[in-house]
C-alpha cells in the first residue's frame, strides 16, 4: 500500500468555498481567460445535484476489467487506484467507495496490476508484449507519458475517438490533454481523466514563504494573479526583493550558509515557465494537425527573458534533484534559503512538517498581453490508453467513463483538501489559487510524441543555466523534429 499524504479537515467555510469553485470550473485551459478565472469561480453559487450518470442501464454481467498501473509508490505522487478495504483517510476512502460503487450499479470486477517500474521503459514494454502476445491481459493501462509516442508507432494502442461509450468531451476528462493529443479531429490515442489522480500531481506552479514576504514588507501575490497581472516581471520584482547575504560573502551556495535566495528551480522548471508564457513548442493547424510553433519571435523572447532572470545571482539559483543533497530544489525551500521555488502541485505534500505560511500560485504569465495562464503537467506523467488487445473495448470504454466520472465528482474535492489541508497553506487564497491552476491546466503533446523532446531538453538546459542564445539552437532542432511529426502522420495514414 502506498503512504499517502497526511489529511487533515479543512473548515466548513473553506470546504464550501472549494466546492463552490469546483462547481462553477468545468472547462479547462484554453478556453478560459483566467484573467477573470478567480472571480468565477469563487462567487458562483454551489449548485446541487443528486443526478448519477451512471446510476441505471449498465449492465456489464461481471465483466472481470483489469488495468495495469504505474508502481504504488512513484515520485510521492498520488497513484493507488484501489484498496483492499478502508484505511480510514479521507482520500483513500473516496477512491475504495468510487470503485465499490462503480462496481455495484454497473456489474464489473476492477483488477488493478501495478508494475514495478515505470520511466526504466518496463511500463511501456509490459503493455507491448501483451499486445504482441496476443494475450489481451490489460483491458487498460496507464503508460509512461514521455514515450507514449513509440506505443502509437508500434500499432499497440486503440483509437480512443472510435469508442463510442467514452465521453471524451466532458470535464472530467481532462480537455487540454485531449485537444493536443488529438492528430487531426478524429485519432487520438492518449488521454487524462480523474480516474488518476497523476496529471495533477505532476502540474506545475510555484511556492512562495509567506511569512519572509511579511517580513520583507513585500505584498503577496495573489491579487496579482486575479488581475491577471502576476507575469515574470512581476515574479522578478518580488525575487530580487527577496534576495538577502544575510552576511555570507557571496552568493556561492554553501550548504551552511545565510543567503536567501530570491526564486529556486530545476531544469524541468524551467520548461515549466516556458510553457506558462506560452512558449508551446506544437500548436495544431485549422484542421487539427500538429506543426511546430518555435522560432517566431515572441518565442524567442520568452527564451532570452527567462534566460536572464536565471542568470542573475541572488535572484534566482538552480537547485539540485540530488535527494537529502541541502541544495535540492525542495530542499532549500524547505531550508528558508530561497523565497519561492517551482514544484508540481505534488510538492505541497513534501512540505507537510514545513511551519512555515507558504502559498501557492500559476507559473506567471510572460506579460499581461498573454490572455491566460498555463500550467504545464508534466510529460512524463502516466496517460491513459486501451491496448489493442482489450479484449471488450465497449466494455472497457464504459467503466473507464464512468470511473472517471465518479473521481471528477467524489474524489476531486478531497484532493483539494488533501493538498491544501498542509501545515501553512491552508487558507482561502489557496483553495482559489490551486483551482486557477486545474483551470489553467497545459498539455504539450509533441514531448509525448517525441518529436521536439530532444530540442526542448537542450533549451531548457541552455536557459536554465543563464545563456540566451537559443535561436541557433531552434534552427537545429527544427528540420528534425518537421521530420519526426511527418513521419508519424506518415505512419498513422
Not at 532570452?304 to 540530488?322: I, K, N, V
Not at 467503466?399 to 483539494?416: E, G, K, M, T
Not at 486557477?436 to 503533446?445: E, P, V
Request: proline share 2%; with cysteine.
Amino acid at each position: 500500500m502506498i503512504i499517502m499524504f497526511g489529511q487533515k479537515h479543512i473548515s466548513a467555510a473553506l470546504l464550501i468555498a472549494m466546492l463552490a469553485s469546483l462547481t462553477a470550473c468545468g472547462g479547462e485551459a484554453g478556453t478560459t481567460d483566467t484573467t477573470n478565472a478567480a472571480d468565477d469561480t469563487t462567487t458562483a453559487p454551489v449548485e446541487e445535484t443528486t443526478a448519477d450518470l451512471y446510476a441505471t442501464g449498465h449492465d456489464l454481467g461481471g465483466f472481470e476489467f483489469t488495468i495495469l498501473n504505474v508502481p504504488l509508490t512513484l515520485w510521492n505522487m498520488n497513484t493507488v487506484l484501489d484498496f483492499e478495504a478502508q484505511t480510514g483517510e479521507s482520500l483513500d476512502d473516496a477512491i475504495y467507495n468510487r470503485n465499490r460503487n462503480a462496481e455495484e450499479k454497473l456489474n464489473f470486477k476492477l483488477n488493478v496490476i501495478h508494475n514495478s517500474g515505470y520511466h526504466d521503459g518496463s511500463l511501456n514494454t509490459a503493455i507491448r508484449k501483451d499486445v504482441m502476445s496476443g494475450d489481451g491481459v490489460y483491458d487498460a493501462a496507464y503508460a509512461y507519458g514521455a514515450d507514449v509516442g513509440s506505443l502509437i508507432t508500434d500499432e499497440a494502442l486503440l483509437n480512443l475517438m472510435e469508442l463510442d461509450n467514452l465521453s471524451i468531451d466532458q470535464p472530467w476528462w481532462i480537455q487540454t490533454t485531449m485537444e493536443q493529443a488529438k492528430i487531426g479531429a478524429d485519432t487520438c490515442y492518449f488521454a487524462h481523466s480523474y480516474l488518476s489522480l497523476t496529471a495533477f500531481d505532476l502540474t506545475w506552479c510555484l511556492f512562495f514563504n509567506e511569512d519572509m514576504m511579511e517580513n520583507l514588507k513585500i505584498d503577496k501575490p495573489y491579487d496579482l494573479v486575479r488581475e491577471g497581472k502576476w507575469t515574470v516581471d512581476a515574479l522578478r520584482t518580488m525575487a530580487k526583493a527577496g534576495a538577502q547575504l544575510n552576511g555570507d560573502d557571496s552568493w556561492k551556495w554553501q550548504d551552511e550558509g545565510n543567503a536567501v535566495y530570491g526564486f529556486c528551480a530545476m531544469h524541468s522548471g524551467a520548461l515549466a515557465q516556458i510553457i506558462g508564457c506560452g512558449g508551446l513548442f506544437c500548436e495544431k493547424d485549422a484542421d487539427g494537425y500538429p506543426v511546430l510553433s518555435v522560432g517566431d519571435e515572441r518565442f524567442v523572447n520568452i527564451l532570452q527573458t527567462l534566460a536572464d532572470m536565471y542568470a542573475s545571482e541572488g535572484e534566482f539559483r538552480r537547485g539540485s534533484t540530488t535527494d537529502g543533497s541541502k541544495d535540492a530544489y525542495l530542499t532549500q525551500f524547505r531550508g528558508r534559503r530561497s523565497m519561492f521555488v517551482a514544484g508540481e502541485v505534488k510538492s505541497a505534500g513534501e512540505f507537510r512538517e514545513f511551519t512555515d505560511t507558504f502559498g501557492m500560485v500559476p507559473n506567471p504569465k510572460f506579460d499581461e498581453n498573454q490572455k491566460e495562464y498555463y500550467s504545464w503537467t508534466n510529460n512524463a506523467a502516466p496517460v491513459l490508453v486501451v491496448p489493442k488487445t482489450s479484449k471488450d473495448p465497449a466494455k472497457t470504454a464504459t467503466i473507464l467513463d464512468a470511473l472517471s466520472y465518479y473521481s471528477y465528482r467524489d474524489i476531486l474535492p478531497i484532493y483539494y483538501d488533501q493538498t491544501i489541508s498542509q501545515k501553512g497553506l491552508r487558507n482561502e487564497d489557496s483553495i482559489e489559487m490551486l483551482d486557477i491552476i486545474r483551470a489553467s491546466l497545459t498539455f504539450d503533446a509533441s514531448l509525448c510524441y517525441g518529436w521536439t523532446t530532444s530540442m526542448a531538453d537542450t533549451l531548457k538546459e541552455q536557459i536554465i543555466s543563464g545563456k540566451s542564445e537559443v535561436v541557433s539552437i531552434i534552427e537545429a532542432n527544427k528540420p528534425k523534429a518537421e521530420e519526426k511529426i511527418q513521419k508519424m502522420l506518415d505512419e498513422l495514414k
